[in-house]
């Protein structure tokens, strides 16, 4: 019989036989059973300088069943029916390129489907080279840059695969990144990544396998207008041209605001949503192993630390943490600051960062549609001195609510320049993202003492959502017209966008 066994504990050593530490558990011998899979492995660093491995695993035990409290029969998840949509023409149109975008185009190619993806950017090699001149000399793109282009924004992040899902659809994905090339400890790390190296990798051949199947990739092609007529899109306007589609997949990233507009300007039915902000910190990477860990030795066995952490009373938390990585930044359009963390596989730079942030509402930036578009931009503004130069303070002075003007050493290109954060962020802002601080430090002590605090964090989620029908997913506006992805309100991070994307496509069926 298939069972999972959960609670498999046991101390991290270099050096582990997985097999005797299941038959140790079971009290049974090693032969007795087969090892199918292992289900989730994640690391236990609450007791100090001990941690813990914890895993979950796939069985075949070949004798009676053994009784355990953590062992259960293995009952297999199983995809929903959906309603299918019937398309007659072959060449339905997505716009966008990200992970919900390129996962909703795999999901249609199943059923013979040569999907049209369209973006405002460049395919990756070329955007790349529009980014890293971006952060040398502060030549900024507004259509090419780390929000728009082939793949998305999660391209120039850490690449971070991580599912609080049991959506079969999510392994489903898993798997397709497994078979693109991703390693197969994706499916089952607690906090899996492939770096901003291993997602441009990725994302090259899921392009190179949607060619061969016929689909036709449109860059710095960009969606400007749409006809909407009877619940339906008649036309979409693309570069100054217009075409005809028959479905209309929309994929925009959370950037997208001049689209947004559009839409709504068109009547396609809009909500405004929360989202948080607040800035990214910026620490030693070996300060943090240390006060994790309890030793830097954990490190060259587990890797660099990692941490993610919550403050339920000031409804903040610690968001996208990049072991070994670098601030980056982040900005799409003129005259504004925006941040981002970024690392590479090796996960091996000096530092880590990760955004703390606090929910906003529209008790913070008002009822209007478009108001929590504008408190973000309000706040990136505010943070623009010259140069796309982000500001920075010291976190001890930040929380002390003193000002240092002498400057840190940072990983942020092109530079920063130092600013009392008190008169960046609004009042209630500042005091939730201070509590959340001083909480950090109590669970892990020390947390903030070196570091350095970069801002602003803003794009962490949609101020907008395209309000789609829940169950056919189109949306409520036009009926061949489906919004998905995180910019559309329905997603957050890669792996659930990719999600999103392929639930839709595999839906599609020719009529």
Same mark, same amino acid.
């Given at each position: #019989?298939?069972?999972?066994? *959960?609670?498999?504990?046991?101390?991290?050593?270099?050096?582990?036989?997985? &097999?005797?530490?299941?038959?140790?558990?079971?009290?049974?011998?090693?032969?007795?059973?087969?090892?199918?899979?292992?289900?989730?492995? =994640?690391?236990?660093?609450?007791?100090?300088d001990s941690p813990i491995y914890d895993f979950s695993v796939?069985?075949?035990?070949?004798? *009676?069943?053994?009784?355990?409290?953590?062992?259960?029969?293995?009952?297999?998840?199983?995809?929903?029916?959906?309603?299918?949509?019937?398309?007659?023409?072959? !060449?339905?149109?997505?716009?966008?390129?990200?992970?919900?975008?390129?996962?909703?185009?795999?999901?249609?190619?199943?059923?013979?489907?040569?999907?049209?993806?369209?973006?405002?950017?460049?395919?990756?090699?070329?955007?790349?080279?529009?980014?890293?001149?971006?952060?040398?000399?502060?030549?900024?793109?507004?259509?090419?840059?780390?929000?728009?282009?082939?793949?998305?924004?999660?391209?120039?992040?850490?690449?971070?695969?991580?599912?609080?899902?049991?959506?079969?659809?999510?392994?489903?994905?898993?798997?397709?990144?497994?078979?693109?090339?991703?390693?197969?400890?994706?499916?089952?790390?607690?906090?899996?990544?492939?770096?901003?190296?291993?997602?441009?990798?990725?994302?090259?051949?899921?392009?190179? +396998?949607?060619?061969?199947?016929?689909?036709?990739? @449109?860059?710095? !092609?960009?969606?400007?207008?749409?006809?909407?007529?009877?619940? %339906?899109?008649?036309?979409? /306007?693309?570069?100054?041209?217009? +075409?005809?589609?028959?479905?209309?997949?929309? =994929?925009?990233?959370?950037?997208?605001?001049?689209?947004?507009? #559009?839409? !709504?300007?068109?009547?396609?039915?809009?909500?405004?949503?929360?989202?948080?902000?607040?800035?990214?910190?910026?620490?030693?990477?070996? /300060?943090?192993?240390?006060?994790?860990?309890?030793?830097?030795?954990?490190?060259?066995?587990?890797?660099?630390?990692?941490?993610?952490?919550?403050? %339920?009373?000031?409804?903040?938390?610690?968001?996208?943490?990049?072991?070994? $990585?670098?601030?980056?930044?982040?900005?799409?359009?003129?005259?504004?600051?925006?941040?981002?963390?970024?690392?590479?596989?090796?996960?091996?730079?000096?530092?880590?960062?990760?955004?703390v942030v606090t929910g906003v509402d529209e008790k913070d930036?008002?009822?209007?549609? @478009?108001?929590?578009?504008?408190?973000?931009?309000?706040?990136?503004?505010?943070?623009?001195?010259?140069?796309? &130069?982000?500001?920075?303070?010291?976190? /001890?002075?930040?929380?002390?609510?003193?000002?240092?003007?002498?400057? &840190?050493?940072?990983?942020?290109?092109?530079? /920063?320049?130092?600013?009392?954060?008190?008169?960046?962020?609004?009042?209630?802002?500042?005091?939730?993202?201070?509590?959340?601080?001083? %909480?950090?430090?109590?669970?892990?002590?020390?947390?903030? $003492?070196?570091?350095?605090?970069?801002?602003?964090?803003?794009?962490?989620?949609?101020?907008?959502?395209?309000?789609?029908?829940?169950?056919?997913? !189109?949306?409520?506006?036009?009926?061949?017209?489906?919004?998905?992805?995180?910019?559309?309100?329905?997603?957050?991070?890669?792996?659930?966008?990719?999600?999103?994307?392929?639930?839709?496509?595999?839906?599609?069926?020719?009529?």
């Amino acid at each position: #019989m298939i069972f999972t066994l *959960s609670n498999l504990r046991f101390p991290v050593r270099r050096n582990y036989d997985l &097999q005797r530490e299941i038959a140790r558990k079971l009290r049974i011998p090693a032969h007795a059973f087969e090892l199918i899979q292992i289900l989730r492995q =994640a690391v236990d660093t609450r007791k100090f300088d001990s941690p813990i491995y914890d895993f979950s695993v796939l069985l075949d035990i070949d004798s *009676s069943p053994v009784s355990n409290r953590d062992l259960a029969i293995y009952g297999k998840l199983t995809l929903p029916e959906n309603i299918p949509v019937d398309c007659e023409d072959p !060449h339905p149109y997505i716009i966008g390129m990200g992970p919900s975008a390129l996962f909703c185009a795999l999901g249609m190619v199943k059923s013979g489907f040569k999907p049209c993806l369209f973006d405002r950017g460049d395919e990756i090699t070329k955007r790349a080279e529009c980014v890293e001149r971006f952060w040398s000399d502060g030549t900024l793109d507004e259509d090419s840059n780390v929000q728009f282009g082939e793949g998305g924004a999660g391209t120039f992040s850490d690449g971070k695969l991580t599912s609080r899902s049991k959506d079969p659809i999510v392994q489903e994905v898993f798997e397709l990144m497994i078979g693109f090339g991703a390693p197969p400890e994706i499916a089952y790390e607690a906090l899996p990544h492939l770096g901003t190296d291993g997602i441009r990798a990725l994302v090259i051949k899921i392009r190179k +396998h949607l060619l061969e199947l016929g689909c036709r990739f @449109f860059y710095r !092609h960009t969606l400007q207008d749409i006809d909407l007529q009877g619940n %339906k899109i008649r036309s979409a /306007t693309i570069n100054g041209e217009k +075409h005809r589609p028959e479905t209309v997949i929309l =994929a925009p990233g959370n950037a997208a605001r001049d689209t947004f507009a #559009m839409l !709504h300007k068109r009547g396609v039915s809009l909500e405004s949503k929360p989202f948080s902000v607040g800035f990214r910190i910026e620490q030693t990477q070996a /300060t943090i192993n240390r006060n994790i860990y309890g030793s830097e030795r954990w490190a060259q066995i587990l890797g660099p630390a990692s941490y993610r952490l919550t403050d %339920k009373n000031s409804g903040s938390y610690t968001f996208c943490m990049c072991p070994g $990585g670098m601030v980056i930044g982040a900005a799409s359009e003129k005259t504004g600051i925006v941040t981002n963390g970024m690392s590479f596989s090796t996960r091996n730079n000096k530092w880590c960062n990760s955004g703390v942030v606090t929910g906003v509402d529209e008790k913070d930036f008002g009822n209007g549609l @478009f108001d929590g578009i504008f408190f973000q931009k309000h706040l990136e503004q505010k943070a623009f001195l010259a140069g796309y &130069q982000a500001p920075v303070q010291a976190a /001890t002075d930040f929380v002390r609510g003193s000002y240092n003007s002498q400057p &840190q050493s940072n990983s942020f290109r092109p530079g /920063t320049w130092c600013c009392d954060f008190s008169t960046l962020f609004p009042d209630g802002v500042v005091q939730k993202l201070k509590s959340a601080l001083q %909480k950090f430090d109590q669970i892990i002590n020390g947390f903030f $003492g070196d570091a350095l605090l970069i801002a602003p964090e803003t794009r962490t989620s949609s101020p907008i959502r395209i309000v789609r029908d829940r169950n056919l997913m !189109h949306s409520v506006s036009a009926s061949n017209l489906y919004p998905v992805g995180e910019g559309s309100g329905y997603s957050g991070g890669i792996i659930s966008s990719a999600a999103d994307g392929l639930r839709l496509g595999n839906r599609f069926k020719i009529r």
